[in-house]
């Protein structure tokens, strides 16, 4: 395959001819679905038939579907599963449990996504909740401690790749003491690295041998204060591949949020500069992604073997029933509702 180190939305539940004209001439290596591009089953997979048939081959699709909050796929066609933060309580109680209802829970998830050809969810979140951060993470987190969110996001990765989709570990290396929200504001954590490294860091540091991970638009002044962790060389060396050693493809976070400064090439070449793999835009706004292709070099070197061997853990797999699934899953919950 040929393919450029970046990762494009599209507009809406159709491709329009323009897109698919860009995405055959510009050769993402993947795309992304948001709640504006679903409409109904039939109409999700004729999309993303429509997305691969533009690149020429089974390109990678992703979406965002952790339960909770952030999920594109809602009722009534799709389930509304619980937030992490449900299975961060019931680990308190019942740690077996707890990673059992997880697995069953990202199993169902991977059977939905299947079923519409769907094969990576932007899912585990191992970020750890903080009072004095923002909410945009909130009851996404499964809990306050390493161990337990790092146990608790192995098990959701585990249950999603039974399902054939691969998981996307996020917000490499920690968004949860961010203090404002990362798609409006640049975020500025003061913490010492010290602190980072034992708490936050520790996560994604069970973590590291996950496929794909995506960077937090963070900034650690105590590290990099003139960069978040997308654009910095020395939060992405010394820290994700470094002292955290994720081994896997990394990606920015989306490139069209506000956290980021300068215009879309600016955004891209910094975030290629400091290490990243792979660019994500996900607004579907054709002229953006038309700069961001123009700076995403073709995809190669190790970064195009870390793909190769997060796809090569792509695999068919048997039909599952996801409602009973489910079932189980609120079955466990039950004993700390």
């Not at 450029?4 to 809406?12: D, K, L, M, T, Y």
């Not at 990673?99 to 079923?115: G, H, P």
């Not at 996950?210 to 962790?229: Q, R």
């Not at 793999?277 to 607004?283: F, S």
Request: net charge negative.
């Amino acid at each position: 395959m040929t393919s450029r180190a970046f990762i494009a939305g599209c507009s809406g539940v159709r491709l329009t001819e323009d897109e698919r004209a860009f995405f055959r001439a510009a050769e993402p290596w993947g795309f992304i679905l948001f709640a504006r591009n679903v409409e109904d089953p039939d109409q999700v997979r004729a999309l993303v038939e429509g997305l691969r048939d533009a690149v020429g081959w089974a390109a990678p699709v992703l979406i965002d579907q952790e339960g909770g909050r952030v999920q594109r796929l809602r009722p009534p066609h799709w389930t509304d599963d619980p937030p992490a933060e449900a299975f961060g309580a019931l680990y308190l109680a019942d740690q077996m449990a707890a990673l059992e209802a997880v697995r069953l829970n990202s199993r169902a998830i991977a059977a939905d996504l299947s079923a519409l050809g769907i094969d990576v969810d932007c899912l585990p979140v191992a970020d750890l909740r903080h009072p004095d951060g923002h909410g945009i993470i909130g009851n996404r987190a499964y809990g306050t401690e390493p161990e337990p969110v790092a146990a608790l996001a192995r098990a959701a990765a585990v249950g999603l790749l039974e399902g054939g989709v691969l998981p996307v570990l996020k917000h490499i290396p920690g968004h949860g003491r961010a203090p404002v929200d990362s798609h409006e504001k640049l975020p500025v954590v003061a913490a010492p690295r010290a602190v980072l490294e034992e708490q936050d860091f520790a996560a994604f540091r069970a973590l590291a041998d996950l496929p794909l991970g995506m960077t937090a638009h963070v900034v650690y002044a105590d590290i990099d204060a003139a960069h978040p962790a997308t654009t910095s060389p020395k939060v992405v060396a010394e820290v994700i591949r470094g002292s955290i050693g994720f081994s896997g493809l990394l990606m920015s976070d989306d490139l069209s949020m506000g956290a980021l400064a300068g215009d879309m090439r600016t955004r891209g070449r910094d975030a290629i500069g400091a290490g990243c793999d792979m660019l994500l835009h996900c607004n579907g706004r054709l002229g953006e992604m038309e700069d961001v292709a123009a700076v995403s070099p073709l995809l190669g070197g190790v970064a195009y073997e870390r793909a190769g061997r997060a796809l090569a853990l792509r695999e068919a797999c048997d039909e599952v029933d996801a409602a009973d699934l489910r079932a189980a899953v609120a079955a466990h919950l039950k004993t700390v509702a």
